[in-house]
């Protein structure tokens, strides 16, 4: 994929910060007054837009994934229209935000996916989007191969597709792997396969490696949050401790591997992990929903992190610059109950999201703190006292499970 004409001239829109295509890498060039102070400093008090931002489409899916974020299954009426899902871009094309990451749902389930694509590469504003891969026939595999600025990730959660298909439905590891042989048939170039580590899969990341370079793909991992119905299995799902420390050490020997600074709270162990190490929530990232809904993090769909809506006055702008909660946000936070930990400065205290839905206090440990400070700080929480993620979108069937995929679907 060549790069944008535009992209030259659009990354000096955060001065020392640079975005670069089609690497997709971000490197900051400090000023002499400030080359003495860590990066995490020079963001934590938010940017004037941001980096890039994750835009849930839709919450309709034709999977029923366990652990997915935003309970996705339905598609909620009252969607972003068309017409003001150009609006959105065409604003995100005036602060000059990088890139938006979409998803859902299964965001290629919307009639006007490809239209909406085509309108943020015209308007110069990439798109990165996660797919379960149900969709992407050899023609769109062929649309998408010619189309610059756009980055595809396959979600897969098994090398096989036993432990994939035990987490993301019957018949899903198959359609994955049906995609990733259409873009590579149609030259689509480093795709990414993107996995949420669980301790069933955890075992595997050499295995899916290989798979990753077969097709010349990145590999992409992500961790499992206690979000949406991840709720629900997350106690079931997420890495043992053991499994924590084997998965840093991995980590440490790939710095190719991307994770998305999904593991920071892991650079307790050691040295850092690459990445910016902070949770960027309100200050570099935050998160559009299908109904215009804006939140300060992707991984945290629930009222108390709502900032406002892109239908408000001001737009999508006025909650990014405005928005009481992203203030808040922005300002310098105590280590609370980490204060005496060594480790602080190395992990951050971990991630907000995973500390709220458990039950933690946001000034508390993570609950997969390295330390053993969050499975003590869990031990202390109340039965049913953890907040319950919202909105929800799951199907339910007769005998009130979800609606699993089985087999293959057509385009």
Same mark, same amino acid.
């Given at each position: ?7 030259a ?17 971000l490197t *900051?060039?400090r000023?002499?007054a400030t080359?003495g102070?860590?990066?995490t ?7 004037d837009?941001p980096?890039? &931002?994750?835009?849930? &489409?839709?919450?309709?899916c034709?999977l029923?994934c366990?652990?997915?974020l935003?309970s ?8 972003l229209? @068309?017409?003001?899902?150009?609006e959105?871009i ?10 938006v990451n979409i ?6 389930i ?6 909406l ?12 989007f996660s797919?379960?891969? @149900?969709?992407?026939?050899p023609?769109r ?15 897969l ?5 036993a @432990?994939n ?6 018949g899903?590891y198959a359609?994955?792997?049906r995609?990733?042989?259409?873009l590579?048939a149609?030259?689509?170039?480093? *795709? ?6 669980t ?5 595997q ?10 097709y010349?793909?990145? %590999? ?6 206690p979000?949406g119905r991840?709720?629900?299995?997350w106690g079931?799902?997420h ?6 420390v084997? %998965?840093y050490?991995w ?6 591997? %991307? ?7 892991l650079?307790?162990? =050691?040295?850092?992990?690459?990445g910016?190490?902070?949770?960027g929530a ?8 299908p109904?215009?809904d ?5 991984f ?6 709502r ?7 001001g737009?999508f ?8 909660l *992203?203030?808040? &946000? ?6 609370g109950?980490c204060?005496s ?5 190395a ?7 995973a500390?709220?839905?458990?039950? %933690?206090?946001l ?8 330390h053993g400070?969050?499975e003590?700080a869990?031990a202390?929480v =109340?039965?049913g006292t953890?907040p319950r993620p ?12 979800p ?5 293959r679907?057509?385009?």
């Amino acid at each position: 994929m060549s790069q944008h004409p535009e992209v030259a001239q659009r990354t000096e829109r955060f001065g020392s910060l640079r975005y670069h295509y089609p690497t997709r890498r971000l490197t *900051f060039a400090r000023p002499r007054a400030t080359a003495g102070r860590p990066l995490t400093e020079e963001l934590r008090g938010g940017l004037d837009a941001p980096i890039c &931002l994750t835009w849930e &489409l839709t919450y309709g899916c034709n999977l029923a994934c366990r652990h997915c974020l935003s309970s996705s299954g339905r598609r909620d009426p009252g969607e972003l229209s @068309t017409g003001e899902c150009r609006e959105v871009i065409d604003e995100l094309a005036r602060l000059r935000v990088f890139y938006v990451n979409i998803g859902g749902g299964e965001p290629t389930i919307r009639p006007d996916f490809y239209d909406l694509v085509d309108h943020a590469v015209d308007r110069g504003v990439g798109v990165k989007f996660s797919t379960n891969g @149900t969709t992407i026939t050899p023609a769109r595999a062929a649309r998408l191969a010619a189309t610059d600025y756009v980055d595809v990730q396959v979600s897969l959660d098994g090398a096989d597709a036993a @432990t994939n298909d035990a987490v993301r439905g019957e018949g899903s590891y198959a359609a994955a792997r049906r995609a990733m042989d259409h873009l590579a048939a149609a030259g689509f170039g480093a *795709f990414k396969i993107s996995v949420v580590v669980t301790r069933h899969n955890v075992g595997q990341l050499d295995a899916l490696e290989e798979l990753a370079a077969s097709y010349g793909a990145h %590999l992409r991992l992500t961790r499992l949050r206690p979000a949406g119905r991840g709720a629900d299995v997350w106690g079931e799902l997420h890495p043992t401790a053991d499994q924590q420390v084997a %998965l840093y050490r991995w980590l440490v020997e790939r710095p190719e591997v %991307l994770t998305g600074d999904s593991f920071f709270h892991l650079s307790a162990l =050691g040295a850092p992990l690459p990445g910016l190490n902070l949770c960027g929530a309100g200050r570099v990232v935050c998160l559009i929903d299908p109904v215009g809904d804006v939140y300060a993090c992707p991984f945290a769909l629930h009222p108390e992190f709502r900032a406002g809506s892109v239908r408000q006055a001001g737009g999508f702008a006025g909650v990014w610059r405005s928005a009481d909660l *992203f203030r808040r &946000l922005r300002q310098p936070a105590a280590a609370g109950a980490c204060a005496s930990c060594g480790s602080y400065d190395a992990c951050q205290g971990g991630c907000m999201a995973a500390k709220f839905f458990t039950g %933690l206090p946001l000034e508390g440990p993570d609950p997969e703190c390295v330390h053993g400070h969050g499975e003590a700080a869990l031990a202390a929480v =109340g039965p049913g006292t953890a907040p319950r993620p919202g909105p929800g979108h799951s199907r339910p069937r007769a005998g009130g499970e979800p609606v699993a995929f089985r087999g293959r679907r057509k385009a």
